[in-house]
């Protein structure tokens, strides 16, 4: 009916409004209620771009970019500001840009026909990107035909999309565009380029960095990296690329014809060539009596922790490895974060004056008795298990604390040797979509917790915020400290993950607050080609997630 008026409820205040009004109508009337700039919607548990219009009475969440999601939407739009931006000084040619890794509130981008950018280009390259800002240019969205789609990224060049889409479930796909630029993006957009202010260009690497704001959504963020990290990450794309696998699509060709044993067998040989490596570096490092093995959640820190004691064991030393989890204090004794929730992330849940009595202990020849902790009783327990470190002995010591030297204070430097371990991805999506490593560990955790902890996806999901902000403040920042960097990922690892995962993501009620990171989780690995776990050997650290491990894990 023309002239129909719907209500609109946000922040408790209702509003009026005639039946089809976009959102970002509405947004802009509350705006001045928001600290940071609105840049998504929440409707009837659903995430919407703010160009989709009101059609009933109903409740409006709006999202910013401090949020989470909101942060995640500013930055691919500021990736599609910049592919155009690109496209327009470069042309069709050299403007090809790879968007590889996020690095420090950064994107990591290559120019592979270009060449490495100075710092000159990349100044017009932000002109041009602001220019295109002020002039609020609409990013439209179409859904085309799949076969379409497949078509039109033939025809624009971008192969590792046009391979992506050939595997492609769905009939449709969401096609995004910006004037005559058009490209596809996991996820939603801001509506205009308006929003898309804050962001600035450097060149590091072989090529540069396009930085975003972090909780200041206002202001970039200043880029510092990690050298080991970034490192790590280039080690991983090559043997990608040696193998032929730097994209999902090229991982699906690959498991659709029937490569995927002989790639898993050369990764796992690289992995324990690698971890060979590590016992040599640990065994010629001079008297160096404890191993400290730390990373962030679902990094396979036990498995390879009894991997690397093996391969200790095989140059004649006499390795023990060691939980830091059996040092948590009681339950009852453990701190709590500012939620009044129990903090099991932070190091004063560690018993860390226990800690520094027993290591010191050790490394005076003293024999101790090891703590275990129980996790259904939530207390540290003593059984008589009793330890003492002689001449050869090691001890292989693995937590998420575990470069922190407040955790091991009273231990000499040179008694320690220290591994920074995580999963670090070794493919993208496509071109200009990566990987993200904290969905490929968060997969990971939502597999093992349900089978070892009968914690259900929806729960591990809840308690994924927390996680990650522990690791943000108790382990990345000491990742430098590292003696080595080990990266544990493997390059089909989610084609596996999936049939595992996928069962426990759809059982998330549609009301669940949940519900919509699962449903992402969902699309994420509809990406991936499943491929059984029949061939995946017992002492691979992918059985720690999925089962079936040589180890106790």
């Known amino acids: 009916m023309a002239g129909e008026s719907i209500t609109v409820r946000v922040l408790g205040e209702e509003r009026a409004y005639p039946k089809g009004t976009e959102y970002l109508v509405v947004a802009e009337d509350f ?10 919607a929440y409707v009837d548990n659903r995430l919407c771009e703010l160009h989709k219009k009101a059609g009933k009475d109903e409740e409006v969440t709006f999202v910013t970019t401090a949020d989470r999601v909101g942060r995640k939407a500013y930055r691919r739009s500021v990736t599609l500001l ?30 592979p026909a270009y060449g490495k950018p100075d710092e000159a280009f990349l100044e017009r390259l932000k002109e041009e990107m602001l220019r295109m800002a002020e002039r609020k240019m609409p990013i439209r969205k179409e859904s085309i035909n799949t076969d379409d789609a497949v078509a039109l990224f033939g025809a624009l060049g971008m192969a590792e999309k046009e391979c992506l889409f050939r595997y492609r479930r769905s009939s449709l796909v969401n096609i995004y565009s910006l004037g005559n630029y058009k490209d596809y993006f996991y996820g939603y957009m801001a509506p205009h380029t308006g929003y898309l202010k804050y962001f600035g260009l450097k060149p590091y690497g072989g090529g540069f960095v396009l930085m975003f704001p972090d909780k200041d959504t206002k202001e970039v963020a200043k880029f510092t990296p990690s050298v080991k990290y970034f490192e790590a990450l280039n080690s991983s794309r090559e043997w990608g ?26 990764q796992e040989a690289l992995m324990e060539q690698r971890i060979g490596q590590l ?4 065994a010629s490092s001079g008297n160096r009596k404890f191993v400290m093995v730390a990373g962030p959640s679902s990094s396979g820190k036990t498995t390879f922790a009894h991997r690397l004691a093996i391969q200790l064991s095989a140059l004649g030393l006499h390795p023990y490895t060691l939980s830091l989890d059996d040092y948590y204090l009681d339950r009852e004794k453990a701190p709590r974060d500012a939620d009044g929730k129990l903090d099991f992330e932070c190091l004063e849940s560690l018993d860390v004056e226990q800690f520094n009595q027993d290591m010191p202990a050790l490394l005076r020849g003293d024999t101790i008795e090891l703590p275990s902790f129980n996790f259904k009783t939530g207390k540290r327990e003593y059984k008589g298990r009793q330890l003492r470190l002689g001449k050869g002995d090691i001890l292989v010591i693995e937590g998420i604390h575990g470069l922190n030297d407040k955790l091991s204070y009273m231990l000499p430097k040179k008694s320690k040797f220290k ?11 496509d071109e200009h979509n990566y990987l993200p490593t904290t969905d490929a560990r968060l997969i990971r955790r939502i597999v093992r917790d349900a089978r070892t902890r009968n914690t259900t996806a929806q729960d591990t999901i809840a308690m994924w915020h927390s996680v990650r902000r522990g690791e943000e403040n108790y382990i990345f920042p000491f990742q430098d400290s590292a003696d080595v960097m080990f990266n544990s990922g493997l390059i089909y690892e989610l084609s596996v993950l999936k049939a595992y995962a996928e069962p426990l993501l759809f059982h998330i009620d549609k009301g669940a607050a949940e519900y919509i990171e699962a449903k992402r989780l969902l699309k994420f690995l509809d990406y991936f080609l499943p491929m059984p ?5 017992r ?11 040589a180890f106790q894990v």
Do not use: P
């Open 279 to 282: 016992a040599q570096m640990v």
């Open 82 to 111: 910049m592919q155009k931006a690109l496209y327009g000084l470069l042309g069709k040619g050299k403007s090809e840009v790879r968007v590889l890794s996020c690095i420090s509130q950064a994107y990591y981008c290559e120019l």
């Open 419 to 429: 591994i920074f371990i995580s999963a670090l991805t070794q493919i993208n999506i």
């Open 241 to 266: 690329r040696t193998m032929g696998v730097e994209t999902v699509g090229a991982l699906n060709n690959a498991i659709a014809s029937g490569k995927m044993q002989e790639i898993i067998m050369v």
């Open 533 to 537: 776990s029949e061939d995946i050997g």
């Open 539 to 549: 002492n691979s650290i992918l059985r720690e997630f999925i089962g079936g491990s």
């Open 31 to 40: 705006q001045k209620k928001y600290r940071d700039d609105i840049i998504l």
